[in-house]
């Protein structure tokens, strides 16, 4: 082998040297502080955790003393009182209620929303799109317009006065903006995939359970999510449609601590603290979902 055959040594310095590779550039960051953003982000946490320390710290307060101390002073005298009289006085039953009728509400969603979502997506014509818009008409109609109406339905249905009673209108009003939700992230799934699934002789209700429903799950966990809170921070239709004891929830529960003399606002305070834990849970575990789903609620 001769010297003109032998691979030359590149230089490494000098006007001419080639740049490094890419993985051995300096990273330059282009990013810079915002301060606003910062003090806007602070003020924020303290709105929203400042109410919750309140409530927590009067709920841990002693019932002769919740009127004598200020709203944010820590309790002198601690005490789970308020917390046993809470579990001891009917608790728990609301609470079963409560999540009877959440459970209920989010399957009954899920069931006729999930395929709803899927037509309004899948089918190219005018019915389906004017049905489409017809059905969201149902976001701006307030519960309180109709609720006069609902009652004499549910009167003459022989439900009133029973969990199906809270949980079919709640259910009802949940719809609209569970489908808008879903239809928005159901136009995320490329339609080669359709395509693809077609060409294999897949009918459109196993599409709708091998492909749609599993690159739906962000969509379908804030529908969960949001279809959950409705049912679980109801009022009003527990309110209007129940009235003995049986069938009460977590919202009219709190009716317990207030009487014609007087609130106990500590012992309230602790079964709002109470009942606020087992959703918080839910939404801890399902918040990727929850953002995710909201995300693609505009579709492409």
Not at 88 to 110: D, E, K
Not at 142 to 155: E, G, K, N, T
Not at 257 to 264: D, E
Request: net charge positive.
């Amino acid at each position: 082998m001769s010297y003109d055959t032998l691979p030359r040594p590149v230089k490494t310095t000098g006007p001419g040297t080639p740049p490094p590779p890419a993985r051995h550039r300096p990273r330059h960051w282009t990013r810079r502080a915002n301060p606003l953003a910062g003090l806007g982000s602070l003020i924020w946490l303290a709105v929203v955790i400042i109410p919750i320390y309140a409530m927590i710290s009067a709920s841990l307060t002693r019932q002769d003393e919740a009127l004598g101390q200020g709203a944010l002073e820590p309790p002198t005298n601690p005490t789970l009182e308020n917390y046993n009289t809470v579990l001891n006085s009917g608790f728990g039953h609301f609470l079963t209620n409560t999540a009877i009728v959440a459970a209920a509400v989010v399957a009954i969603v899920l069931v006729l929303c999930v395929p709803l979502a899927y037509v309004a997506v899948r089918t190219r014509n005018r019915w389906s799109g004017a049905a489409f818009r017809l059905f969201l008409l149902g976001v701006a109609i307030p519960a309180q317009a109709v609720v006069v109406p609902l009652y004499l339905m549910i009167a003459k249905l022989g439900l009133y006065d029973s969990l199906l009673a809270i949980i079919l209108p709640t259910a009802a009003f949940a719809m609209p903006v569970a489908v808008l939700i879903l239809t928005g992230t159901l136009r995320d799934i490329s339609e080669e995939l359709y395509e693809a699934m077609a060409l294999d002789g897949a009918s459109p209700l196993r599409m709708l359970f091998q492909l749609t429903v599993p690159l739906a799950k962000g969509g379908i966990g804030t529908v969960v999510i949001y279809s959950a809170l409705q049912a679980w921070n109801g009022f009003l239709f527990p309110l209007i449609f129940t009235q003995s004891d049986g069938p009460r929830v977590l919202t009219l529960g709190l009716f317990n601590y207030v009487s014609q003399f007087g609130v106990n606002i500590p012992a309230l305070l602790a079964s709002v603290v109470l009942s606020g834990i087992p959703i918080f849970a839910v939404y801890l575990v399902a918040r990727r979902a929850l953002v995710g789903g909201l995300m693609g609620v505009g579709g492409k």
